[in-house]
């Protein structure tokens, strides 16, 4: 059974770098062909896909954040992680990480992070 | 961006027969995929690579379509099935979302 579960500091102020971790059971990302991705939701922007980790440490990011954005895991662990830099209200949104690639086979609950001063 | 547009809302009886669009601004190939969301949960995957069907997603819901042109159809309807439909694209960068489908039941 995989299950994913996102952890997050839920609020914080605008400037900061936001760390974001993803851990999750029922699979390895170090089997080949394994993915581990971050989408955000909010209600200005909607679903928004943020990046990709594969498990030969190949990742995929989102153009248009590129600048701003980290990914990396611990696979020894178990867990997937997400940077953020120089957070804006703007980057209010429930984050989610997912069993991915290039869909979403399954999502953690996600987590609500809030950007506000 | 590919933009993909998918009509705001539809209303059906249980137990009709319901179609979900979702047009791409260009073309994805056979890269669309479809998603159910309720209030209050993450996106649950239906189907995958326009027609394939998730694992544990009931065969009342199927796929169609390629190109730039795809449609979800759930038959029968049942009550359950309210929620709100996203499709997503992963053939051109960056990887985008439909602005979802909000279904309700009368």
């Known amino acids: 059974q995989v299950t994913l579960k996102e952890s997050g500091p839920g609020i914080l102020q605008p400037s900061q770098t936001l760390s974001l971790t993803c851990s999750f059971s029922g699979f390895s990302l170090s089997t080949y062909g394994m993915c581990v991705g971050w989408i955000r939701q909010s209600s200005g922007k909607g679903l928004e896909w943020l990046a990709n980790?594969?498990?030969?440490?190949?990742?995929y990011y989102n153009p248009s954040l590129k600048n701003r954005l980290t990914i990396s895991k611990d696979t020894s662990n178990n867990q997937a992680f997400l940077k953020i830099t120089n957070m804006d209200t703007a980057d209010t949104a429930t984050y989610y990480c997912?069993?991915?690639?290039?869909?979403?086979?399954?999502w953690g609950q996600g987590t609500l992070v809030t950007v506000s001063s | 961006d590919t933009v993909l547009t998918q009509s705001p809302a539809l209303a059906v009886s249980p137990g009709e027969r319901v179609s979900i669009s979702c047009r791409a601004s260009e073309g994805v190939n056979s890269y669309m995929h479809w998603y159910q969301q309720k209030p209050g949960q993450q996106p649950k995957l239906l189907i995958y690579k326009a027609s394939n069907l998730a694992s544990g997603v009931p065969a009342r819901f199927s796929g169609s379509g390629s190109g730039t042109d795809f449609t979800l159809t759930i038959d029968p309807v049942e009550a359950d099935d309210t929620a709100t439909y996203f499709c997503q694209q992963s053939w051109n960068d960056p990887y985008t979302f439909g602005a979802g489908t909000k279904l309700e039941l009368k």
């Open positions: 980790i594969w498990w030969n440490d190949d990742k």
């Open positions: 997912a069993q991915s690639g290039r869909w979403g086979a399954y």
